[in-house]
């Protein structure tokens, strides 16, 4: 506004009077005086505008809320009997079919569990389908009298068993709100492709995860359900962005569920909660009822690809999970789903990728080859995250096969450029911010938008202080962003910079005869609430397997010692001696107890290999540690 008065003011004394010699000055004066006035009228009706806007989106989340918190479930006035549902789906189907336990008494339990656990405590549900659920139930004991009826439904791969669906797949009667109010009371008529799989399989969902706001947050906190607390320990976070799944899952809540990753969605939670999580080959499963964190489901970002996986209690639930949506079913609803059979065989026995053919039938366990990466070199993993490393060592060797020390081709520094790049190449978080149609960033993201904010201009001379003090890796990524987003011309750079990545990792892999690597599964463990946005580096580890396009999971393998509640910043790199190690120091206290995992990868495709790797480093440790409320 000030602007506009100095440039009318010069063209009232200069210009006008030239070009309009016949106008007396005090008629431009009254112009420009009018000209101001539109100007802040229009300013005031923008305000007035985006007000009444956040207004009526404020309405709807509270609206929702209660919606969720004022509906009646007749099913939790029924007695419930059985205790949680602390064993693996696998077991849980086994004692279904036998009959030592009935489908409504589980269901019932489940029920009881999510509400008073998931929901009052946790915070971890969005929306409650129990009495839809429990009728669902009934009716397979129903059904089970009947031999006939029986005979029709008795084949089903996961009968009974009580599924949570994160809050971003379609599901019938519920809505994928992402976490935001745009998307509240957009009830979906019938389910996606993906939800469609695991109920004709049997499965019966009957409960919704929290996930952060637009699901790009390693913490599950939106405005519109608020913050999901972990199982271990209430004051840390259950990561994200299926961070209600982990949640749900670890404390028995829900028997296994549906989550997604783009970034380590999956495998973060999996690591705070201690659970595994499983992320397929990218485009193994149909993307057919997955929500899009995009203004209308308009999503153009196709090079770091999203994808569906399993959350689970076991590996071989998770396979499980994954038998049914890799079915031939996928494929014939969705034709963009490869024509790939999924290879119990192999999940269960394993197969050295360069000596055995992927058509020759596995019928005894394998001895494999497996590198181990204990260190990316760009955020230094806290004591109980290298340990763990060492478990799943000291596991795989005890199980026959060989691991070998490797030294990534590309260290972190490349990866987290790249991804970065990649995940924010539009700018000013442009794409988020017209995806919220008028809800304001959450705090978490907020942090991270003084970054792009920054005018280019500035650039150079911050990134020189922040080097001069010491911190390397916050110049690293202000000079990676860029306020207005990258150009054609830099962001195929940056796709190129990822098929690089790949390219050094798959010529790693074929030049060692590699089968499969383990590394941390983060650089952390659960930080506590609030401090998920200014530790991203940690996430360094789960970013790779993104930007490979491999499969990845993570399976517990310990909790924190007493020892190990802490990070000596004097025995890091001189480059990660910084802020960010010290907000690690601080989210390091306290941790004795919570669980940690070890993140286990293989090349695109290997998806039944990486399991079978899970599920032996499973076998040897024997993971049976269990949140405090399930103990």
Known sequence: VVSYIVLLTISNHTFYPMLFPGTSFPVWVCISALSLLVVCVWSFYRVMVSNRRSRILRERMRNKRKERDEKTHSSLSEPSVD?????????????????????SSVMLSCIRRSHDIG??????????????????????????????????????????????????????????????????????????????????????????????????????????????????????????????????????????????????????????????????TPALLTKNGAASNRFRNRNGQIAVVPTAGPMARSVRDCAAMMSVLCSA???????????????????????????????????????????????????????????????????LRSMGHTVVSFEPPCDGWKVVSTYIKLMSADGNWYSFIRALEGEELSDSYRKLQIFTEIPNFLRLMIISALNMMGESRKAMLLEI????????????????????????????????EYDAMILPALGITAPPHGMAAELLSALSYTFLGNLLHWPGGVVPVTTVEDSEDTYDMNSLPVNQRDSISKLTATATKGSVGLPVGVQVMTPMWEDE?????????????EFNTLPPDCD
């Not at 205790?83 to 489908?103: C, F, K, S």
């Not at 390693?218 to 972990?230: H, I, K, L, R, T």
């Not at 609803?333 to 999940?347: A, F, G, I």
């Not at 990258?486 to 060692?512: H, S």
């Open 83 to 103: 205790p949680p549902v602390m064993i693996d789906a696998v077991q849980l189907i086994e004692e279904l079919t036998a009959g030592t336990r009935t489908y």
């Open 119 to 280: 929901k009052l405590k946790l915070n971890a549900v969005t929306e409650e389908l129990y009495d839809e659920g429990y009728e669902c139930a009934k009716s397979l004991d129903a059904l089970r009298r009947s031999r006939t009826k029986w005979a029709v439904v008795a084949d089903k791969p996961l009968l009974g068993v009580p599924i949570s669906i994160k809050d971003c797949f379609a599901q019938r009667g519920t809505d994928c709100t992402l976490g935001i109010a745009a998307r509240c009371f957009m009830h979906h008529e019938e389910d996606g492709l993906l939800v469609k799989l695991l109920r004709d399989a049997g499965a019966i969902p009957f409960v919704r995860s929290n996930v952060p706001q637009l699901l790009m947050m390693p913490e599950s906190d939106n405005c519109v359900w608020g913050a999901s607390n972990n199982p271990y320990d209430v004051f840390r976070t259950t990561g994200g962005s299926s961070g209600g799944e982990g949640a749900l899952i670890a404390s028995g809540c829900s028997a296994m569920g549906l989550g997604s990753d783009i970034g380590g969605s999956i495998r973060i939670p999996a690591h705070y909660c201690g659970i595994v999580g499983f992320k397929p």
């Open 329 to 395: 079913e996928a494929r014939k609803e969705d034709m963009t789903v490869p024509p790939v059979l999924w290879r119990s065989d192999v999940v269960e026995n394993g197969r050295p990728m360069w000596s055995v053919s992927p058509t020759e039938t596995i019928a005894e366990p394998q001895c494999l080859k497996i590198a181990v990466m204990t260190t990316d070199h760009w955020f230094e993993p806290v004591p109980a995250c290298k340990r763990a490393v060492d478990v799943a060592v000291e596991a």
């Open 481 to 512: 962003t860029k306020s207005g987003g990258l150009d054609v011309r830099e962001y195929w750079e940056a796709v190129a910079d990822m098929k690089e990545i790949q390219e050094a990792y798959g010529k790693a892999f074929k030049a060692n």
């Open 609 to 621: 290999n990486c399991l079978f790797v899970m599920a032996e480093i499973e076998r040897a440790v």
